[in-house]
């Protein structure tokens, strides 16, 4: 690891003033990604801002009645709010099919979401690898992609986005704020993070040196129940092959409000707005659950070893909005 300098900031002012004074800093959370790709020279920031201990460690409601998140609330304390498990209980089941216990009592909400992507090849540096050195090549393509993207990647890379979190925060809604050197801004999750395109260096629509100081849920649509499912190899401890959050209310026996979004199948938490349109207004069925699903994976171009995901996200589309027509 490369020698580095430590600072643990007081205020968010303090945290944007130093990354803006410091060339090659970084801001450090739980650290349970970022000291790990420091530890395989990844990354190798020159400066660690500590900001775990910032006063931004809240979970609130707002006056609409949604709730306000701080960026370090550590993942498990999230999942286990009173509030979340009943009124947004997609979050609370993605935070707790990630990572472990352990990992999770660190893990904060900003550092979930800006996690790096487990391709093999972007953590071993003796690889080329676009995201990590632009113009490199992509050693994935070609190699082992099992676990990489079927949806939106391009040429230059086909990773997928890791975070479970993040994909229940797309199908919720959510916001992101951000506190830069420029002021304040507020992204919607669902364009938080990005395809990969000719610069898969970049993950995020994050501007140098803004810090993620809170993430904004709306108020619960009306009566709709939001569900999270994930499959994986592995019943703990391992990422997404596919997984699905879904938020979805009936009346009349016709869909009044859904919404989708897929992880483990692209380079961002993968928002199915085709699908939401079939959905909308039509009999809560599996047969319109299908008809839904198989529009938004029509447009699926899965790599040489991973054709197998689609039909996982499929299966878990229909068996996920099923189980939340009341
Ligand atoms: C063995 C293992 C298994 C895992 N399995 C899963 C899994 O199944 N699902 C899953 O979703 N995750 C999984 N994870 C990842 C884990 O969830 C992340 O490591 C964790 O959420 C990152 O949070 P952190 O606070 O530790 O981030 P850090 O490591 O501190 O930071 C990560 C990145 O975010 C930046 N950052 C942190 N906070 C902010 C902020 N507020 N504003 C701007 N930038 C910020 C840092 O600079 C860094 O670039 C796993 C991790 C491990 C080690
Ligand atoms: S898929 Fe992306 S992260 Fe993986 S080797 Fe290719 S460019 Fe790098």
Same mark, same amino acid.
């Given at each position: 690891m490369r020698p580095f300098a430590y600072l643990r900031a007081r205020t968010v002012t303090e945290a944007v003033r130093e990354h803006a004074a410091h060339p090659g800093a970084g801001f450090l959370g739980g650290g349970t990604n970022l000291v790990d790709l420091m530890k395989l020279g990844v990354e190798a920031p020159r400066l660690l801002i500590d900001i775990s201990r910032l006063p931004l460690a809240e979970v609130a409601d707002t006056d609409d009645g949604g709730l306000r998140i701080g960026a370090t609330v550590r993942n498990s304390d999230l999942a286990a709010h009173p509030a979340v498990r009943t009124r947004y209980p997609a979050l609370s089941q993605a935070l707790l099919s990630g990572a472990s216990g352990q990992l999770r009592n660190v893990a904060t909400t900003g550092g979930n979401l800006l996690q790096r992507t487990r391709c093999p090849y972007f953590q071993d540096v003796s690889k080329p690898c676009n995201k990590r050195e632009p113009g490199a090549g992509c050693s994935a393509r070609d190699g082992a992609h099992r676990e990489l993207a079927v949806l939106g990647h391009s040429e230059h890379c086909v990773a997928t986005h890791p975070s479970d979190m993040a994909v229940a925060l797309s199908a919720l809604d959510a916001c992101v704020l951000l506190h830069g050197p420029d002021g304040e801004r507020t992204v919607p999750a669902s364009e938080f993070h990005r395809l990969p395109g000719d610069t898969p260096d970049r993950d995020t629509e994050i501007r140098a040196g803004e810090l993620v100081t809170q993430?904004? /849920? +709306?108020?619960r649509p009306d009566g709709a129940g939001s569900l999270y499912r994930k499959a994986r190899d592995r019943a703990s401890f391992a990422f997404a092959l596919a997984s699905v959050a879904a938020v979805l209310s009936v009346r009349d026996g016709r869909i009044a409000h859904a919404a989708l979004a897929f992880g483990g199948l692209a380079h961002r938490p993968w928002r199915a @707005? !085709? #699908? =939401?349109?079939? /959905? @909308?207004?039509?009999? #809560? !069925? %599996? =047969? !319109?659950?299908? @008809?839904? #699903?198989?529009? =938004? /994976?029509?447009? %699926?171009? +899965?790599l040489r070893d991973n054709a197998f995901k689609v039909g996982l996200a499929h299966s878990l589309a229909v068996d996920a909005l099923t189980e939340l027509v009341p």
């Open positions: 993430v904004i /849920l +709306p108020p @707005r !085709t #699908a =939401e349109r079939v /959905l @909308r207004g039509a009999p #809560a !069925t %599996a =047969e !319109t659950f299908a @008809r839904a #699903a198989d529009a =938004e /994976l029509a447009g %699926a171009r +899965p």
